[in-house]
Structures are given as structure tokens and as C-alpha cells.
């Protein structure tokens, strides 16, 4: 397993910008797929965005699509998550996640991750 670190959560206003970035501890993970995560008070773990190993393929939750982009720089083995026009229901605990494969023909879950961060808090005031 990878040991991953997110960083960049906090609290905005409604319609500013965050950019999340994840590291791994110890390990490079050019070779793996990663994603965003985030879950909410008292609802499931929600997957958000996924990039391949080279970036040259990206998914996105729906409603995220236009206004989230992952992105990743393997030479820096970080990947990030910058949302932008963040809205209320942005809100909740961000993570990072990295699995073994490219998924194609179905949705993202969590079980298809092996490794997760801790987690960041970002909260969208309105």
C-alpha cells in the first residue's frame, strides 16, 4: 500500500477556489491511478475525480464536471485537485486515493482504491 498525504482543505466562501494536493509518503505512485474522494456528514464516501498514471485520462462525478480539474506531475509525485466556483454542497472531508488499475464501463467506488490519505476538510460557507 501507498501512505498518502492530502493538504490544501480549509474554509471559503461560496464561488472561491481551493487546490487539494496529495503526496505520497515514501513511495512514488507513477505507476498508479489516482482519485479524489469525499464524504459528508452523515452520507457515503462519494467518489469525485480520477486520473490515470500518465494524466492522459481524467473522469469526473457529474456535478463537478467544469468546475473541479485533477491533475497530477509525476516528477513532483504529487497529484492535485483544484475546484473552483465552490458551492455549499462542496462541502465535506476530501481524500486522496490510488489503485492498480484504470476502470472503463462502470462508476468509480471506493473498493476499487487500496490506498487512502487521512483527509482534508473543505467547507464552502454560503
Known amino acids: 500500500q501507498v501512505q498518502l498525504v492530502e493538504s490544501g482543505g480549509g474554509l471559503v466562501q461560496a464561488g472561491a477556489s481551493l487546490r487539494l494536493s496529495c503526496a505520497p509518503s515514501g513511495r512514488t505512485f507513477s505507476r498508479y491511478t489516482m482519485g479524489w474522494f469525499r464524504q459528508a456528514p452523515g452520507k457515503e464516501r462519494e467518489f469525485v475525480a480520477a486520473?490515470?498514471?500518465?494524466?492522459?485520462?481524467?473522469d469526473y462525478l457529474v456535478s463537478v464536471k467544469g468546475r473541479f480539474t485533477i491533475s497530477r506531475d509525476n516528477a513532483k509525485n504529487t497529484i492535485y485537485l483544484q475546484m473552483d466556483s465552490l458551492k455549499p454542497e462542496d462541502t465535506a472531508v476530501y481524500y486522496c486515493?490510488?489503485?492498480?488499475?484504470?476502470?472503463?464501463?462502470?462508476?468509480?467506488?471506493?473498493?476499487?482504491?487500496?490506498?487512502w490519505g487521512q483527509g482534508t476538510q473543505v467547507t464552502v460557507s454560503s
Open positions: 486515493a490510488a489503485s492498480n488499475y484504470w476502470l472503463s464501463g462502470r462508476a468509480w467506488s471506493a473498493a476499487d482504491f487500496g490506498s
Open positions: 486520473i490515470n498514471w500518465s494524466g492522459s485520462s481524467t
